[in-house]
Structure formats: C-alpha cells, structure tokens
C-alpha cells in the first residue's frame, strides 16, 4: 500500500539523518580532532544505512533520497504517481530527524546552520558522489541485490573521506542538514547549489547506468 511506502521513506530518512547528525554532534562533543570527528560521523552513516536498506527496502525500495526516485522513475522503474509524494516525506522525515537529534542531545530544536560548503570544488564533488551513489545502486541491483545494503553504506563510508563536500549526494539530506547548526550542518544559502549538482550528476550517471547495465550488457562467466 501506498501509506506503508510513504511511512518506510519517512522513517527511513529520519533515520538517516538521525545517523547523519546525531552522529555528528556526538562526536563533536567526545574531541576537538576534525578527523576523528569525521572518521565516527562516516561510520555511523554507514551503519545506518546498512540497517534501514536491509529492513526497509522490500517496503519502499528504501529510495530515502529524491535523486534516487528519480533516478527510478526515469528508467520506469518507479511509478510517476509516487514521486510526488516520495519526494516530500523525504524532505519531511528528513528535517524530522535533525529536529530529533536536537531534541535528543539538548540542543535548540529550531536552528539554521551557518557552516560554509560552496565553491567549485564542493559542487564538482557533489556531481561526483551522486553519479557514484547511483552506479553503486544501479550496478549492485544489476550484478548482486543482496548486496546493496552493504555497498551503499562503504561507498557513502568511503565518500565521506575522497569527497571534498563530504558526498551528501541526496537533496532531503541537504536540506535537512541546512537546520542544524552543529558539525554535519550546510549554510541555507548554499543548499540550492548543491541540489544543482546532485541533479547534474543524474543527468551524468543516467547514460552511463544504460551503457553498462542494461538487460543487453553481457554478464561475465
């Protein structure tokens, strides 16, 4: 039913950003060292995503992202019907989460975040992560879909360190991350720039998930 699936990418990305933040503000709290800060809020996001994949996605595909439905829905893959609602309850359970984790660590529960992510080198890694969070989905579905779960949460482990931007790759966690003012936050101003460059690297990742994984593409012995 609808309402399940809706229900499944709200909590999903609730949770994601719960990973995402909450993580983030722990571990900003537990040492002044960036990169271990960094190291702690990269592992937890990988953690959460294995858990709310495996659990969810027989649900609602566990999209928990609007580049990802997208992504679905333009190889027909989706329905058309739900990306309109998708696409909101993502960005809702999204913000839910960070407000959330405020709540959870005593912190103002109403905050914009005043961290600075822009510039081309930020943006160029945004197209980059998105176009590899996509060949990762695509490319597992194809080869191995038990193993999505798994290759989610190391490539987005892994992103989080060769990634200048930090691989948001995902326009409900951007906006969601422009309400917190802690360690995972994004400046509001900067959020739509991003989301141009999550978009651009769909728009790149498309043709390339056709080239190498479509029903045509051989598979190897």
Not at 14 to 37: H, K, N, R, Y
Request: neutral net charge; glycine residues 8%.
């Amino acid at each position: 039913m609808d309402i399940q699936k809706l229900t499944a990418e709200a909590l999903g990305t609730a949770f994601l950003l719960i990973g995402v933040v909450g993580s983030g503000i722990m571990a900003q709290s537990l040492t002044d060292d960036i990169a271990l800060a960094l190291l702690a809020n990269a592992i937890a996001t990988g953690c959460t995503l294995y858990f709310i994949i495996t659990i969810l996605g027989p649900i609602s595909g566990a999209h928990f992202n609007p580049i990802v439905t997208l992504a679905f829905a333009i190889k027909g893959e989706h329905p058309w019907r739900l990306v309109a609602s998708y696409i909101p309850v993502q960005i809702i359970g999204g913000i839910a989460g960070v407000w959330l984790c405020h709540i959870m660590f005593d912190l103002s529960l109403f905050q914009t975040s005043s961290t600075a992510r822009t510039g081309v080198n930020q943006w160029t890694s945004e197209i980059f992560a998105t176009f590899g969070l996509l060949l990762v989905i695509f490319g597992g579905l194809r080869s191995r879909p038990d193993t999505v779960p798994t290759l989610v949460a190391i490539y987005i482990t892994g992103a989080y360190w060769f990634t200048s931007s930090t691989s948001f790759a995902n326009p409900a966690v951007t906006i969601a991350r422009a309400f917190t003012d802690t360690f995972a936050g994004i400046n509001p101003a900067h959020v739509v720039a991003f989301i141009v460059a999550q978009i651009i690297g769909l728009a790149i990742a498309l043709p390339m998930i056709r080239l190498l994984f479509s029903d045509e593409t051989p598979k190897q012995p």
